[in-house]
């Protein structure tokens, strides 16, 4: 069989990440979480001291970064330089700082480069998410896919996700914030020309999963 390469946008709480995974389970394939690239040279340049205003030092950090992650969707884990970061991620002070990385172009160019690597490493092919894999990473995947939500729908699968974690304001500021940040850098609300909208506020998890492997087999 052909090698099968799924990409997968959209914003946070759109339900990307446990879809792409486990439409990559069922599939088969490796599965890359593009967004936890971005999160991680976060957590270096802070690590470093770096400042995230400093462009030309977060560039430094960012291109001599050593990322490694979990390709494998029952595996979630990243280091970066060496260090194990797989918590340190997903903590607020890392998603304040993320954009201070995805705002410069040549953090973007940088990580897309590994990203293509990676996302060609397995013979059979991938499920790749982010902001930017249909439209700039992996234009020419067999499937492209933007999920959308209600920013109701949104917030609500965050705090579930969070568990309590956050308070009602660190999960506006990192939802919709971060919507609004994003927006400016990757045009990812609206569908570009070959790419499925998928708006999956009233969907549960298992029907959005039917419906991208739906579309694999239409492609195949
Ligand atoms: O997907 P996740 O919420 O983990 O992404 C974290 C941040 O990384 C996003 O808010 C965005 O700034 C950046 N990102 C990006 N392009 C991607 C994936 C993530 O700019 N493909």
């Known amino acids: 069989v052909d090698r099968l ?6 914003p946070s709480g759109s339900g990307k990440s446990t879809t792409a995974r486990a439409v ?3 599939l088969g394939l490796s599965y890359l979480d593009t967004g936890a690239m971005y999160r991680a040279v976060a957590v270096a340049f802070l690590d470093a001291g ?9 560039i430094a950090a960012t291109s001599g970064a050593v990322i490694e992650l979990s390709l494998d969707p029952d595996e979630s884990w990243v280091r970066v330089n060496g260090r194990d970061v797989t918590e340190q ?8 700082n993320v954009s201070a990385v995805s705002t ?3 953090c973007r160019a940088d990580l897309v480069r590994r990203q293509r690597a990676l996302m060609d490493a397995d013979p059979r092919g991938c499920v790749a998410e982010g902001r930017d894999i249909t439209t700039v990473v992996y234009p020419d995947a067999d499937v ?13 699968r965050r705090a579930g996700d969070m568990a309590g974690k956050l308070t009602e304001e660190q999960l506006r500021d990192q939802v919709l914030r971060r919507d609004r940040d994003d927006s400016k850098l990757v045009e990812f ?3 570009a020309e070959g790419v499925h909208l998928l708006d999956t506020s009233d969907m549960t998890p298992a029907e959005v999963v039917d419906a991208i ?8």
């Open 50 to 58: 770096v400042r995230p205003d400093d462009t030309a030092a977060v």
């Open 24 to 26: 990559a389970r069922r």
């Open 144 to 156: 492209r896919v933007l999920l959308t939500a209600s920013p109701e729908a949104r917030l609500r």
């Open 89 to 96: 991620i997903r903590e607020p002070r890392t998603a304040q």
């Open 104 to 106: 410069i172009p040549e």
């Open 5 to 10: 390469v799924i990409a997968i946008d959209g």
């Open 189 to 191: 609300q609206t569908a």
């Open 213 to 220: 492997t739906s579309l694999a087999e239409e492609a195949h």
